[in-house]
């Protein structure tokens, strides 16, 4: 059901990029976009993990670091069927986690010092299966993906704002007899706005998901349940340093914020994932 749901709002994504194609009429700009977008997501998909681990600092990680990490961390591998991904610690007392990488070759797992301190065993096995499992379902990709068709919207609904105002388009050019300035200016509002809607509903579904294939790769839903209440906790009292372009990637948002803040967070909402993890261990 997860990924018939991220299908279709990929679809969406794909149609107001076709939809705005049909009011520009032409397709020398989409088509600049577009490949723009594919370029600039690219360098980002095959680097990622090197860029956000340098942007927190984060520092390798060896058995003898951190022996209790390292073991949960080869058996969930194992129990997997994937390589053991790389650990990498970063010096803050805000306990949180992300995974990183564009496959599970070469994958990496990065862990808070606060983490480690708060969290017993059991929690942090619930806390890397969850991690684990955005490296099995290729998260890293599908994320990729989304911001290149949303980065194009985004540049189309520039273009459209420009066009608006100096009247580039006004119905009369190849394939768009019914654009013209107002159009543009709805188009250029709404359809970045939807982009966003969608992109952050694909984060939140590949969320969920995260949360129940690192609970079958736990063996015990309520390990991950049990973290996610001591970090929600933990990171309403002391907010992570953490910037809007990399706080999907976290476990919980490190992100501060009130009522707005949660509603277009890339995450849902704490106590919908703890009760349906509740849900998955008491109907087990």
Request: hydrophobic share 50%; glycine share 10%.
């Amino acid at each position: 059901m997860s990924a018939i749901k991220t299908t279709l709002l990929m679809g969406a994504l794909t149609a107001i990029i076709l939809l705005f194609g049909g009011m520009f009429g032409g397709r020398q700009g989409l088509v600049i976009a577009f490949v723009f977008a594919v370029v600039t997501n690219f360098v980002s998909y095959w680097f990622s993990d090197k860029m956000v681990l340098a942007a927190y600092r984060a520092q390798p990680l060896n058995p003898a670091d951190a022996p209790e990490l390292y073991g949960i961390v080869s058996e969930l591998a194992q129990s997997a069927g994937i390589p053991t991904p790389r650990l990498y610690l970063i010096d803050t007392d805000t306990p949180n986690a992300f995974a990183t990488g564009r496959s599970p070759r070469h994958a990496a797992v990065a862990v808070t010092r606060g983490i480690m301190r708060i969290c017993n065993r059991e929690e942090l096995k619930g806390v890397l299966g969850h991690e684990l499992s955005h490296v099995l379902n290729r998260d890293i990709l599908i994320s990729s993906i989304a911001a290149t068709l949303a980065g194009v919207i985004m540049m189309l609904g520039s273009f459209a704002r420009w066009a608006a105002i100096f009247g580039g388009f006004d119905g009369r050019e190849e394939g768009n007899q019914r654009g013209g300035a107002l159009g543009l200016i709805v188009m250029a509002i709404l359809a970045p706005f939807a982009a966003m809607l969608i992109q952050l509903a694909i984060s939140r579904t590949r969320e969920y998901q995260a949360d129940a294939s690192g609970a079958r790769l736990a063996h015990n839903p309520l390990y991950l349940a049990n973290a996610l209440r001591k970090l929600e906790s933990a990171n309403e009292r002391m907010p992570m340093d953490a910037g809007p372009a990399t706080a999907h990637l976290f476990i919980v948002n490190p992100l501060s914020g009130g009522f707005l803040a949660k509603l277009f967070s890339t995450h849902p909402p704490l106590e919908e994932r703890i009760r349906r993890l509740e849900q998955m261990a008491y109907s087990g």
